[in-house]
T-cell receptor, first 115, second 115 residues
Framework: DTEVTQTPKHLVMGMTNKKSLKCEQH?????MYWYKQKAKKPPELMFV???????INESVPSRFSPECPNSSLLNLHLHALQPEDSALYLC??????????????FGNGTRLTVT | AQKVTQAQTEISVVEKEDVTLDCVYE???????LFWYKQPPSGELVFLIR??????QNEISGRYSWNFQKSTSSFNFTITASQVVDSAVYFC????????????FGRGTQLTVWP
């Protein structure tokens, strides 16, 4: 079983909806990430949080809004999405930002469909 | 610029065959990290191995082995006596020594093992 838990597993939303993706880890990791993966493509980095502060935003549109309420939780708030935003959204965590070679631990992902 | 090339898009083998997945990387960094991840149909990216640029020792873990050669910028992955459960997409990824979480993924190799 994965140690990074993502909910929901599947989400269908309209372009005017507001929804949130949730991610939780209890490994004591202090860095957390959101990746987006389109079908048959590699994952693409969206955001990095280090010690609950946003450290990297890969020029992601503002309709995606990340939030890190505490060291174990990471949310991704979605609003006014487009059909092309349909993808698998993966959350990951790693030890902290002093261990650049620390492997990322990924969750199972949320498969998002925007209609 | 960082780049990872996995030239094999799809590989099909019959159970018990050995199979090698190729990975070639490009970077000008002297400190970098190489990873292999497995992504089964469930979607989770499973960490398999990490290598840093200063450690060219090959590694064997059960039926898995990795061959890291800096001279050819390659980090190949061999599965011995493949099994149906090995069927998945395998990603090779490059991490920089100075940037947390920004993994440069290859496009992945879909491995199918037939019974």
């Amino acid at each position: 079983d994965t140690e990074v838990t993502q909910t929901p597993k599947h989400l269908v939303m309209g372009m005017t909806n507001k929804k949130s993706l949730k991610c939780e880890q209890h490994m004591g990791h202090r860095a957390m990430y959101w990746y987006k993966q389109k079908a048959k493509k590699p994952p693409e980095l969206m955001f990095v949080y280090s010690y609950e502060k946003l450290s990297i935003n890969e020029s992601v549109p503002s309709r995606f809004s990340p939030e890190c309420p505490n060291s174990s939780l990471l949310n991704l708030h979605l609003h006014a999405l487009q059909p092309e935003d349909s993808a698998l959204y993966l959350c990951a965590s790693s030890q902290d930002d002093t261990h650049y070679n620390s492997p990322l631990h990924f969750g199972n992902g949320t498969r998002l469909t925007v209609t | 610029a960082q780049k990872v090339t996995q030239a094999q898009t799809e590989i099909s083998v019959v159970e018990k065959e050995d199979v090698t997945l190729d990975c070639v990387y490009e970077t000008r960094d002297t400190t970098y990290y190489l990873f292999w991840y497995k992504q089964p149909p469930s979607g989770e990216l499973v960490f398999l191995i990490r290598r840093n640029s200063f450690d060219e020792q090959n590694e064997i873990s059960g039926r898995y082995s990795w061959n890291f050669q800096k001279s050819t910028s390659s980090f190949n992955f061999t599965i011995t006596a493949s099994q149906v459960v090995d069927s998945a997409v395998y990603f090779c990824a490059l991490g920089r020594g100075s940037t947390l979480g920004r993994l440069y993924f290859g496009r992945g190799t879909q491995l199918t093992v037939w019974p």
